[in-house]
């Protein structure tokens, strides 16, 4: 299965800021996932990352706020834009286990954003 | 939606004891999988089972899909006080498998 290193593992952030969460996997991917966990919640897809072409964004979520870079197959960035304390959640990374969709998803550690 | 209901929402065990958690959903899907998190870390992948498959085995772990009924549960048997965790089922669709959709999770405590 991938490994995947994400960071920051956790930040305190000031309202009306931006925060960029970076995920590297140890091998290549075609597609990267980001999920968001409010507070005691399930997780929530925001956007799937495509290397050469736009992330492509579920419903309620958008590029202003949470835009996504994939400049190759092996890393990806989510920003977390002017953010507001309803923005505190966990943000987490996955990719699939072995190239394929029917191994299930292997998940980064998470950050722990807490806007203050 | 897709995103699957899970009950119970909490469940308290002692040691040794079995422990079931359920998840419900509400369309066709390709495959259901089980995840592990602690303490709001990372998940961790425990199983998945494909939509033509009714039972599968994974050490302590059993799953089982009825996809009439469009219904999951996950059974550990003879839990340990370190399966303590939160358990999330996720499903993928029919038509667009690559992406996952995450039940509301069980919280789960074994007491030593």
């Known amino acids: 299965s991938a490994v995947i290193s994400q960071k920051p593992s956790r930040d305190i952030c000031q309202r009306g800021t931006s925060l960029t969460i970076q995920c590297q996997v140890d091998?290549?991917?075609?597609?990267m996932f980001w999920y968001r966990q409010q507070p005691g919640q399930s997780l929530t897809l925001i956007a799937t990352?495509?290397?050469?072409?736009?992330?492509?964004?579920e419903s309620g979520f958008v590029i202003d706020k949470f835009p996504i870079s994939r400049p190759n197959l092996t890393f990806s960035t989510l920003t977390v834009s002017n953010m507001s304390p309803e923005d505190s959640s966990i943000y987490l990374c996955?990719?699939?286990?072995?190239?394929?969709?029917?191994?299930?998803?292997?998940f980064g550690s998470g950050t722990r954003l807490t806007v203050v | 939606s897709q995103q699957g209901e899970e009950d119970p929402q909490a469940l308290s065990i002692q040691e040794g004891e079995n422990a079931t958690m359920n998840c419900s959903y509400k369309t066709s899907i390709n495959n259901l999988q089980w995840y592990r998190q602690n303490s709001g870390r990372g998940l961790v992948h425990l199983i998945l089972?494909?939509?033509?498959?009714r039972e599968k085995h994974s050490g302590r772990l059993r799953v089982t899909l009825d996809t009439s009924k469009k219904s999951s549960s996950l059974l550990i048997t003879a839990s340990r006080a370190a399966d303590t965790a939160s358990y999330f089922c996720a499903t993928s669709g029919l038509y667009n498998f690559n992406k996952f959709y995450f039940g509301s999770g069980t919280k789960l405590n074994v007491k030593p």
């Open positions: 091998s290549q991917v075609t597609m």
């Open positions: 089972i494909r939509s033509n498959e």
């Open positions: 996955s990719v699939d286990r072995t190239g394929g969709a029917n191994y299930g998803y292997t």
């Open positions: 990352a495509n290397q050469g072409s736009e992330a492509t964004y």
